[in-house]
Antibody, heavy 116, light 106 residues
Framework: EVRLVESGGGLVQPGGSLRLSCAASGFTFSNYEMSWVRQAPGKGLEWISNISRSDITTQYAESVKGRFTISRDNAKNLLYLQMKSLRVEDTATYFC?????????WGQGTLVTVSS | DIQMTQSPSTLSASVGDEVTLSCRASQSIHSWLAWYRQKPGKAPHLLIYQASSLESGVPSRFSGSGSGTEFTLTISSLQPDDSATYYCQQYNSYPWTFGQGTKVEI
């Protein structure tokens, strides 16, 4: 069974940093591109980043470019999202998902709240 | 960026009804479109990819069609479990973008 479990969310002040993790199991992690998608409270879905299988190619939404960094550790089956210079508008549930185009499997999400 | 517009925003229907949800892209995305269902408090779940390919394990009452800029998701016989918000997503060009969602009420 494919399983994606996010962690690392929480309350952070504006300008702060946070690193999210996504633990993958049930599939050959290194064979799949991976993505992060977020959803602000009561709002729709926003794709924010994806990464190639070998950690060579990354893509970002303009809203996070230069502030967020996606990475992966294929030996540990882990996906990361390093978030810096956080803003109030980054408040959202962050989902990791398998796939770099359409998103086949999703984690349950981790809530990031940016507030003073 | 490619804008994705879904209609209607909300749809009320009864169990057993056939319903059609629409998704329009601001420019051609060929067939690079996916549909997801999201139940309240849960993660989205992939239903359809490449506009009309049914994801493994998804009930056959779901079907997708369209190409270019106009797409539809049809649920042939609505079930209570289908009460959810449905999103389309284009993956033709970056940034990937989602529609604003259609909420289906039963």
């Amino acid at each position: 069974e494919v399983r994606l479990v996010e962690s690392g969310g929480g309350l952070v002040q504006p300008g702060g940093s946070l690193r999210l993790s996504c633990a993958a199991s049930g599939f050959t992690f290194s064979n799949y591109e991976m993505s992060w998608v977020r959803q602000a409270p009561g709002k729709g879905l926003e794709w924010i980043s994806n990464i190639s299988r070998s950690d060579i190619t990354t893509q970002y939404a303009e809203s996070v470019k230069g502030r967020f960094t996606i990475s992966r550790d294929n030996a540990k089956n882990l996906l990361y999202l390093q978030m810096k210079s956080l803003r109030v508008e980054d408040t959202a549930t962050y989902f990791c998902a398998s796939g770099g185009s359409y998103l086949s499997h999703w984690g349950q999400g981790t809530l990031v709240t940016v507030s003073s | 960026d490619i804008q994705m517009t879904q209609s209607p925003s909300t749809l009320s229907a009864s169990v057993g009804d056939e319903v059609t949800l629409s998704c329009r892209a601001s420019q051609s995305i060929h067939s690079w479109l996916a549909w997801y269902r999201q139940k309240p408090g849960k993660a989205p779940h992939l239903l359809i990819y490449q506009a009309s390919s049914l994801e493994s394990g998804v009930p056959s009452r779901f079907s997708g069609s369209g190409s270019g800029t106009e797409f539809t998701l049809t649920i042939s016989s609505l079930q209570p479990d289908d009460s959810a918000t449905y999103y389309c997503q284009q993956y033709n060009s970056y940034p990937w973008t989602f529609g604003q969602g259609t909420k289906v009420e039963i």
